[in-house]
């Protein structure tokens, strides 16, 4: 099997992603990871190394009384215009606060 052609899509930065999270939920915890370079050469990553595999781990008071899979639908919502320029993968871990 060939190797996946890296993307054309412009990386995307974790500074940008972050400020964007913290614009949109106002999360109380947030951590922002860029696990492009554990995924060169698969589908999606780009031929910088970076920029299209983040994991997301949050907390926001925007999250109380939600189910898990709204709160990721909140995440993905505040992260579109990321995505639509070509974040590949974002892997989101929900920490829900008492």
């Known amino acids: 099997m060939m190797p996946a ?3 054309t899509a412009l990386p995307v930065h974790a500074a940008r992603i972050e400020a964007q999270l913290r614009e949109r939920l106002s ?3 947030l951590e922002v990871i860029d696990e492009s370079a554990a995924h060169a050469g698969h589908a999606g990553a780009n031929a910088q190394g970076f920029g299209s595999h983040f994991r997301v781990r949050i907390a926001s008071p925007a999250f109380d ?4 899979v709204a709160c990721h639908r909140l995440v993905y919502d ?4 990321f995505i639509d320029q070509g974040l590949h993968a974002l892997a989101i871990e929900i920490i829900k606060t008492p």
């Open 65 to 68: 009384g939600k189910s898990r």
């Open 78 to 81: 505040a992260l579109q215009n």
């Open 27 to 29: 999360p109380g915890l």
């Open 5 to 7: 052609a890296p993307s």
